[in-house]
């Protein structure tokens, strides 16, 4: 069983930064890709960037060039790291962890519990 524990949400005014992190309590290897996904009230959750073992990324359009997803095997930790927010970043972000890219989007093997970070 899979157990990912997220933290690093908060506040922010908008250009602010602020770092997300999501390691993995229980479960997975470092054979399995990350990813980070974000919901904001009354939209679907989307994603956000995804990093592979062998530190293949993939971000959306949205986020490219400010936010940034990085891996520590050894902590089994994930950062994403979000630099000059905007309004629009407001969401609750989940982080997510299967064998693929593919599957990390389609159909992730868990889900960690969600951390709010609010632009304004």
């Known amino acids: 069983h899979v157990q990912l524990v997220e933290s690093g949400g908060g506040s922010v005014q908008p250009g602010g930064s602020l770092r997300l992190s999501c390691t993995v309590a229980s479960g997975s290897s470092s054979r399995y890709c990350m990813g980070w996904f974000r919901q904001a009230t009354g939209k679907e959750r989307e994603r956000v960037a995804i990093i592979a073992p062998d530190g293949r990324t993939t971000y959306a359009l949205s986020v490219k060039g400010r936010f940034t997803i990085s891996q520590d095997n050894a902590s089994k930790t994930v950062v994403l790291q979000m630099k000059s927010l905007k309004a629009e970043d407001t969401a609750v972000y989940y982080c997510?962890?299967?064998?693929?890219?593919?599957?990390?989007?389609?159909?992730?093997?868990?889900w960690g519990q969600g951390t709010q970070v609010t632009v304004s």
């Open positions: 997510a962890t299967d064998l693929t890219i593919a599957s990390v989007i389609a159909t992730p093997a868990a």
